[in-house]
């Protein structure tokens, strides 16, 4: 109904501060048993390893869960570890795995077609605890879960998204190494607080990669990433739980910070040696 003339509109003042506040956390701190190099990825937290074959990936794994410098070691980061992998059992980069101080500790899991019920079974026992309680003894134990080369189930397992979006709740850390971007399901990729990556030649592979990526780093992250694997055993490592992304170039020369804003390179442009994809399709 339209106003009468002689109506006048009350002048609009502010209700108040509309400023968006942190809440107060409630839930105790669930603390480290070590400090742990702040170059490392955060934990918990979700670690995706795109790498292509014969690229050291399960070398790299073996050393960050159980090396002293990173998260193993006389006081390891992890109560337990769940290797959910169909070739670990006759890698040899994997065999530290078995070793006899590990065996109550890590648990290597190959029966892909009963992984939903394994997984299930995993999250049950977390939920046992009461991540409320203030004593740390009635927390749930940190745990961590090291998927290899399972795209295909992961893309079938209903848990997939309930895992990958509510981990923290769980007191879990996630790994999850591929030799394909794209074969991985949205839940795992959108949740990466880290992403480590080797040479890549493909590239539909590369493209996919700097479309999920290449944002956060202004896209300026093909040269660096170009840099940092020109080496074998080099990675490109994107820190992505810092306030800022942070790069790094990560391997067997130990950790250099990159400056990707500034970056400037004679590295070879990488497309001198771009191959057809299905040399990634042969060896998947």
Request: aromatic fraction near 12%; include cysteine.
């Amino acid at each position: 109904m339209p106003k009468k003339k002689d109506e006048k509109e009350e002048p609009y003042e502010p209700l108040g501060d509309l400023r968006v506040l942190e809440l107060k956390n409630f839930l105790p701190e669930i603390t480290l048993p070590r400090p742990i190099d702040p170059r490392l990825p955060d934990i918990p937290g979700v670690m995706l390893l795109i790498m292509k074959v014969k690229s050291g990936k399960s070398n790299l794994m073996s050393w960050m869960l159980l090396s002293e410098q990173t998260l193993g070691g006389k006081k390891p980061i992890f109560d337990m570890i769940y290797i959910i992998s169909p070739t670990a059992k006759i890698d040899r980069s994997s065999q530290a795995y078995f070793r006899e101080e590990f065996e109550e500790r890590i648990i290597v899991f190959d029966d892909l077609d009963n992984i939903e019920p394994f997984l299930r079974d995993i999250l049950e026992y977390q939920q046992s605890f009461d991540i409320k309680s203030p004593d740390p003894e009635e927390r749930p134990p940190r745990v961590a879960i090291f998927f290899d080369d399972i795209s295909g189930y992961l893309k079938r397992n209903s848990l997939v998204t309930h895992l990958f979006t509510r981990y923290r709740h769980y007191n879990l850390s996630l790994f999850c190494a591929n030799q394909t971007c794209r074969d991985l399901p949205t839940a795992v990729r959108s949740q990466a607080t880290s992403v480590w990556l080797s040479s890549c030649y493909s590239i539909v592979e590369r493209t996919k990669i700097l479309e999920e990526w290449g944002d956060l780093y202004k896209n300026k992250l093909e040269p660096v990433w170009d840099y940092c694997c020109k080496e074998r055993f080099n990675y490109c490592y994107l820190k992505l739980d810092d306030v800022e992304p942070r790069v790094y170039k990560a391997g067997k020369d130990g950790f250099e910070e990159i400056d990707y804003e500034n970056f400037k390179s004679n590295v070879k442009p990488i497309d001198e040696n771009i191959i057809d994809d299905n040399y990634i399709n042969e060896n998947e």
